[in-house]
């Protein structure tokens, strides 16, 4: 039985032993079992310090010794079929009081403070305790070595510090230690090598220290049995543990961001079930071996930053399930195996700052869902394979600081996503510039310096609208720069050091600067010769081209000409140079007619243009101001000021925008599957929707909302999130729209607001405090990811789950009906996406996690103690043809 609260920390709850007592009555008994629950649970209450919350709790005033009273149907009690109690969840009650005799104690994800009782040492039947994710402090109570049937003892992302107690050690039943993201001290102690049946060890994110910490299987526990072994990011010294070798049994082990020292080659062996590798930054020296590529169920291995020699082993290729490989930062030597083309399933290598040569493999373009790729500080040499092109995902390509040479391929101009950085600097690569490259309009850096390029730089980057950062200096360039804001506004070290670059730019000489020498004179005077009558030909065509457009402008209709333009520029456009004009998008849409119109809404209308240009672009027009409420022009300038200041692969782009007093519209980014809403409505489209797409619909939707709140200037809270304001592109996926009552989270500030939002995704405490925080987009973050893996808004299941008379569900039957059971490659990550977004939806702000930890969580499928949750309660069939999706229930991976 579990008991969940929110109440202070400085003293417990009473429960009496009725509980562990009504477990053997029979159903002939149930009349009076169910009145010693009730009176028993009457004295409980009567015994608090505060039970307001408790006021259902009644018994009749006559004498109910011989009367079925039951107390099934008061606030917060579950019974079974037969009519006992089975569990009391009462969250946010307020309750004062103390405890004794529970087997099972989940108070995670609260607002606990203060130490934990060493009186909970006294709970001698219990088995689980899990307090993670309060706000707990002070020291692990030695008194807890006394909860001798104890399996289960998480207390993660609390204030724990001090040492870990000797104590622990006689936990001989204990199988899952948690004590991750504390600040606790000093070394592990040698006792908890007393621990034979552990399997799961978690000691991240602390201050752990001393040389023999891990030592603690080398004596002592079954090293066969052990799983999870995390420790990354505390202040460990000393040696790796060699026993470690043989822990076949290992699913996951992360080491990385201590100071440990020892022989790879000697500390690991082959592991059947390892799944997550990480042993980076380090001190361990050693050569890979081979025996890695033995270890089938590998995702990641992280070798980063340590003094590992020798070669790459091209067995690592036989990992067919690896996606992230982590070699940088090593004294790796010799050449990239081909054999790393095999692995289909990579989306991040990294093999940076290291010492390797020879050529790189054209294998790598077989690489089909490959996101980052960094070869940089290396000694490769040779062409660029055009093979790169086929990597069609990525987003990051870093090659600078190699010796490699010719020309650039064309091919690079396929990879559309790259939006990070494109980097090959400080090569020897020669040749013109593809105009191709012009393509990579997601483009945010380009670094093509320390080369020997030449030519001009192409008038297709003009169209490179993402372009924040650039560098062609140092190469044999000339010619005029592109004309854009990204070139005009360069510092003059991205131009020094070629031959002849010309453009309004810092440092560089205009175009069109006039000559000196009399020889240059005289080519002037011959060139003016020239030029001359085709001035005069070109004048006669733009008098005939106005007359026409004078012609044509008196025809047109009167609701047209509401349309013409002010007496200043209506039309800015941002890093667009003018492409987009206003006729062009007046007479795309012939006047805004409805025939094209795809959506609307209380801002106005968007409509579909085909430019003259070839592009087609989503125009959101919105209503005439005159004479009417300001606050779409707020919004209409809000959304400008954001979407001006952020650049994110998964948040729509705004091309340019119209402010007049009568027409006011915004360019957008076409997005052409158009709004979760619609395609999550028709069967159709959700049936498109796997569940493989919908989880990474979410994971998309989850790296735009952290990079608002955590990698920009002033963090940008969305406010308005829902489905209908997530937008599909061709490929299925996520950007995130309409900033209209976006805000910025200014410091020191109390940033106030009033209500507003969409219904149903609006985080309940701004009903009362009306401060808005990132919290409040995470709460909209949780109900749109719940939407896209129910098929319809969660309103019920959110409703459900506060309820008093809870009735829990199975997960299967929350997911959308309209899509096959998810497949057993994908169940768990399914499970663990669902898990995120209830923790999302959390209703105190405090306890929901931070759009960067969801983000980061989603991307590696993290550890998480939600998931944990699932691995350890899911119950399997004989035949083990039931899966997590069958068994697990709503409350198990929300923690309720």
């Excluded at 990239?336 to 290598?349: D, M, V, W």
């Excluded at 125009?619 to 001006?644: A, C, M, W, Y």
């Amino acid at each position: 039985m579990a008991m969940k609260t929110s109440f202070s920390f400085s003293l417990l709850l009473i429960l009496a032993a009725f509980l562990k007592k009504a477990a053997f009555l029979s159903s002939s008994a149930v009349a009076t079992s169910t009145f010693g629950e009730a009176d028993a649970l009457m004295k409980w209450k009567d015994s608090l310090l505060q039970s307001q919350a408790l006021h259902s709790w009644l018994l009749p005033s006559t004498n109910a010794s011989t009367m079925r009273i039951s107390p099934c149907k008061w606030i917060g009690i579950s019974c079974n079929s037969l009519g006992s109690v089975t569990e009391i969840s009462l969250p946010y009650a307020g309750l004062q009081g103390n405890l004794k005799n529970l087997v099972d104690l989940e108070m995670s994800s609260n607002n606990l403070t203060g130490p934990i009782p060493p009186a909970l040492g006294n709970l001698r039947n219990l088995k689980v305790l899990y307090l993670f994710s309060n706000q707990i402090s002070g020291s692990i109570p030695a008194q807890l070595g006394n909860l001798q049937n104890l399996v289960e003892l998480v207390l993660c992302n609390n204030s724990l510090t001090g040492p870990i107690p000797p104590a622990l050690g006689n936990l001989r039943n204990l199988k899952l230690l948690y004590l991750c993201r504390n600040q606790i001290s000093g070394s592990i102690p040698p006792k908890v090598g007393n621990l034979i049946k552990l399997n799961e060890l978690t000691l991240e994110n602390n201050l752990l220290t001393a040389t023999t910490s891990l030592a603690i299987y080398h004596s002592y526990a079954r090293v066969d049995l052990l799983k999870t072994f995390t420790a990354f990011d505390n202040h460990f010294i000393g040696e790796i543990l060699k026993s470690l070798r043989n822990c076949t049994s290992l699913t996951r082990v992360r080491l990385g961001g201590n100071q440990l020292t020892g022989n790879i080659s000697e500390a690991f062996g082959v592991y059947p079930n390892l799944k997550f590798m990480d042993v980076s930054n380090n001190r361990l020296f050693g050569e890979l071996s081979p025996n890695w590529g033995e270890c089938q169920n590998l995702t990641m291995l992280q070798f980063s930053g340590n003094m590992i020699t020798g070669r790459i082993p091209p067995k690592i290729g036989q990992l067919t399930q690896l996606g992230v490989l982590g070699l940088s930062s090593n004294h790796l030597v010799g050449e990239i195996p081909k054999e790393l083309g095999r692995l289909t399933s990579l989306f991040n290598l990294s093999l940076h700052d290291n010492q390797l040569s020879g050529q790189v493999p054209q294998e790598i373009g077989k690489l089909s869902n490959l996101e980052v790729l960094d070869l940089s500080m290396n000694h490769l040499s040779g062409p660029i394979p055009p093979q790169l092109g086929d990597c069609s995902k990525l987003w990051y390509l870093k090659m600078t600081e190699n010796d490699l040479n010719g020309s650039i391929p064309f091919q690079i101009g396929n990879l559309i996503h790259l939006q990070v950085v494109l980097d090959l600097s400080h090569n020897s690569l020669n040749g013109e510039i593809s105009p191709q490259l012009g393509k990579l309009q997601m483009l945010e850096m380009l670094n093509l310096s320390h080369n020997m390029l030449s030519g001009s730089i192409p008038k297709s980057f003009e169209g490179m609208i993402s372009l924040q950062s650039i560098d062609f200096s140092y190469n044999d360039l000339g010619g005029p720069i592109p004309i854009s804001k990204t070139f005009q506004k360069a510092p003059a070290k991205a131009f020094i050091e070629n031959k002849g670059l010309c453009g309004e730019a810092q440092g560089l000489k205009p175009c069109n600067a006039p000559s000196t020498s009399y020889g240059d004179a005289r080519k002037g005077h011959q060139v003016i010769f020239i030029i001359l009558p085709l001035l005069v030909a070109l004048f006669l065509l733009f008098l005939v081209v106005c007359i026409s457009s004078i012609y044509y402008q008196r025809r047109r209709n009167p609701e047209q000409l509401v349309l013409e333009r002010s007496s200043g520029n209506p039309f800015s456009i941002w890093n667009y140079d003018g492409i987009l004009v206003f006729e062009d998008i007046v007479e795309a849409t012939e006047g805004f007619d409805d025939i094209y119109c795809i959506g609307i809404g209380g801002y106005g209308k968007v409509y579909k243009t085909n430019l003259q240009t070839g592009q087609v672009v989503a125009v959101k027009k919105l209503h005439p101001l005159e004479g009417g409420d300001q606050s779409d022009q707020r919004s209409f300038r809000n959304e400008i000021q954001v979407l001006t200041e952020v650049r994110h692969r998964n948040i729509v782009k705004l091309y340019g925008f119209c402010s007049h007093a009568r027409c006011s519209f915004l360019v957008y980014e076409y997005m052409e599957r158009g709004s979760l809403t619609s395609i999550l409505s028709n069967d159709e489209g959700a049936i498109q929707l796997d569940w493989t797409t919908r989880v990474k619909v979410i994971k998309g939707v989850a790296h735009a909302l952290s990079y608002m709140h955590h990698d920009c200037t002033l963090p940008i809270i969305h406010r308005d999130l829902s489905s209908n304001n997530v937008l599909l592109n061709s490929k299925l996926e996520a950007n995130v729209f309409d900033f209209g009552i976006a805000q910025l989270l200014i410091p020191d500030s109390s940033n106030w607001t009033t209500l507003a939002g969409t219904y149903g995704y609006i985080a309940p405490e701004l009903a009362y405090t009306m401060r808005v925080t990132e919290k409040c987009d995470v709460y909209s973050f949780g109900v749109v990811a719940l939407e896209v893996m129910m098929g319809r808004h969660p309103g019920e299941l959110i409703s459900s789950l506060t309820s008093p008379n809870r009735q829990d569900k199975l997960l299967k039957d929350t997911l959308d009906q309209r899509l096959l059971d998810p497949m057993v490659e994908v169940e768990q990550e399914v499970a663990f996406t669902v898990s995120m977004a209830l923790a999302c939806i959390r209703s105190n702000p405090d306890s929901r996690p931070t759009m960067h930890h969801v983000a980061q969580e989603l991307s590696v499928g993290g550890p998480s103690f939600l998931s944990r949750t699932i691995q350890c309660t899911c119950i399997m069939s004989t035949d083990g043809s039931e899966s997590i999706i069958d068994w697990v229930k709503i409350p198990q991976i929300v923690g309720l």
